[in-house]
């Protein structure tokens, strides 16, 4: 019986070792070709299984007045090569259990793929075809448009699909960041095939993109074929220049956007004001503070607009935050006659957060943000995509290996800190989707009234 209480004291103390290790991202390999793109690779030889990303500068903040031609020119790109057609790409993947994707967004668009160590050489031969050169055959870009205008019509009767395009709008005005990925009908339907190939033929470059490679093979071996396959992608002449780093100028007043929703009996609404920048400092801190007052389903939104007062079935605070600017927003919804009953009380919780934060409840918000955080790197994709950001945004293995360090430092003064810094009441800016006609005359006391109908999808240089 002793035997067995020792060997039950030592699981528990070796149990309790590896519970106190923090996460450390796993090692990896980086390295430039000569044409520019950059490479990182990194071992994983649990399964046998690679994933890849690749991401490039070609984005919606270079869309110009052609809003969704970087989400149009990616989801072009699996429909056609110089050596596949659509059918053979999809045949290929099929046979072999791949996946092959490409997207846009704000700031990159990305190629992932994902596939087991024997159709390597398959799969990379047809992303690099793909990537380099896609064919942009008009039948298949036509049904792509098509597509995407029904997506964009069905998206129009769901306030929450469409609310964040109003609040970059709101936010960022006439910068780049505005720009709505997913484009608007109207400017969808001009987009023509020609618009397409001049907007890969510009953005689609090694130089200044990115390429992670995480799975089961060796780095030296990964490295020769890499360098052999991708290294024939031909430079692109001169430096992109990023119409994302000029300033960015946030509204001076609050000001309240009311969208019409005449049929609406519910009032979407976000709350919120300057965020950050994805590489800021104070990153770790914000998300512990943030945890607390609306990032998880026990933080005070949550328990007072939903648990205690019963006026939504959910609240949630965030930052989202790009490469050079950002928004922090409290976002929620409600009956339309109990729309400003919500309202002031969710500012009623950020009058809360004011005041500061006990020990005990910052002690709960560490653990919890210490808890998420391995899960979010645990798949080779995963890993692949972070190592992409941390590419893009400028961050290295040190915001990995020191979070839960940084995470254990957020005591009562700092986060009061915090608080005065990031999550103050001035210059709220306030968005409300829903009827007009029941909401409009409370509208009133929070700030200058900016009415549009949904119909619009935007307030200033996409309106018609």
């Known amino acids: 019986m002793k035997h067995i209480i020792a060997f039950l004291a030592m699981v528990a103390v070796s149990a309790g070792a590896v519970a106190q290790q923090q996460f450390q991202l796993p090692k990896f390999t980086n390295f430039k070709l000569a044409n520019g793109l950059t490479v990182y690779l990194m071992e994983q030889k649990e399964v046998p299984l690679i994933s890849v990303s690749l991401s490039v500068p070609a984005a919606s903040i270079y869309d110009g007045t052609q809003a969704g031609l970087s989400q149009l020119t990616a989801g072009s790109l699996v429909s056609g090569s110089k050596n596949y057609t659509k059918e053979q790409i999809q045949e290929k993947l099929d046979f072999a259990g791949a996946s092959l994707n490409a997207y846009s967004s704000q700031e990159y668009s990305r190629v992932t793929a994902r596939f087991s160590t024997q159709t390597e050489a398959m799969v990379f031969d047809l992303l690099?075809?793909?990537?380099?050169?896609?064919?942009?055959?008009?039948?298949?870009?036509?049904?792509?448009?098509?597509?995407?205008?029904?997506?964009?019509?069905?998206?129009?009767?769901?306030?929450?699909?469409?609310?964040?395009?109003?609040?970059?709008?709101?936010?960022?005005?006439?910068?780049?960041y505005s720009n709505p990925s997913m484009g608007l009908i109207s400017t969808v339907s001009a987009i023509t095939t020609e618009d397409v190939k001049n907007f890969h033929a510009m953005y689609y470059r090694p130089n200044g993109s990115v390429l992670a490679v995480v799975g089961d093979f060796k780095t030296a071996d990964m490295k020769t074929k890499i360098t052999k396959l991708f290294g024939e992608w031909k430079k692109a002449p001169g430096a992109l220049e990023n119409p994302a780093a000029r300033q960015v100028t946030m509204p001076s007043s609050s000001n309240v956007l009311l969208v019409n929703k005449e049929d609406a009996r519910e009032t979407t609404f976000l709350i919120g004001s300057k965020g950050i920048a994805r590489n800021n400092e104070d990153r770790v801190a914000i998300?512990?503070?943030?945890?607390?007052?609306?990032?998880?389903?026990?933080?005070?939104?949550?328990?007072?607009?939903?648990?205690?007062?019963?006026?939504?079935?959910?609240?949630?605070?965030?930052?989202?935050?790009?490469?050079?600017?950002?928004?922090?927003?409290?976002?929620?919804?409600?009956?339309?006659?109990?729309?400003?009953?919500?309202?002031?009380?969710?500012?009623?919780?950020?009058?809360?957060?004011?005041?500061?934060?006990?020990?005990?409840?910052?002690?709960?918000?560490?653990?919890y943000v210490v808890g998420q955080f391995p899960p979010g790197f645990e798949t080779s994709g995963q890993l692949a995509q972070l190592l992409n950001d941390m590419f893009i945004y400028g961050y290295d293995a040190s915001y990995i290996n020191d979070f839960e360090k940084n995470v254990r430092m957020v005591n009562a003064a700092r986060a009061k800190e915090i608080i005065a810094k990031y999550f103050a009441k001035e210059k709220l800016q306030y968005l409300f989707i829903g009827k007009a006609s029941d909401i409009r005359e409370g509208a009133k006391k929070y700030g200058t009234v900016i009415e549009k109908e949904i119909k619009d999808r935007a307030i200033s240089k996409y309106a018609k």
Do not use: C
Request: no cysteine.
């Open 128 to 176: 690099k075809d793909v990537v380099v050169n896609p064919l942009f055959e008009t039948g298949e870009f036509e049904k792509l448009k098509t597509r995407t205008k029904a997506s964009l019509d069905v998206a129009r009767q769901s306030p929450r699909s469409v609310i964040m395009n109003y609040w970059n709008q709101l936010m960022y005005a006439d910068h780049v």
């Open 287 to 367: 998300e512990v503070v943030n945890t607390v007052f609306g990032d998880r389903f026990t933080s005070w939104l949550n328990d007072e607009l939903r648990v205690n007062s019963g006026l939504t079935y959910g609240a949630r605070s965030r930052f989202d935050a790009l490469k050079h600017a950002g928004t922090f927003y409290i976002s929620s919804f409600t009956a339309g006659n109990t729309t400003y009953q919500a309202i002031d009380k969710a500012l009623e919780v950020m009058d809360k957060l004011q005041q500061g934060i006990d020990d005990k409840t910052l002690e709960s918000a560490r653990n």
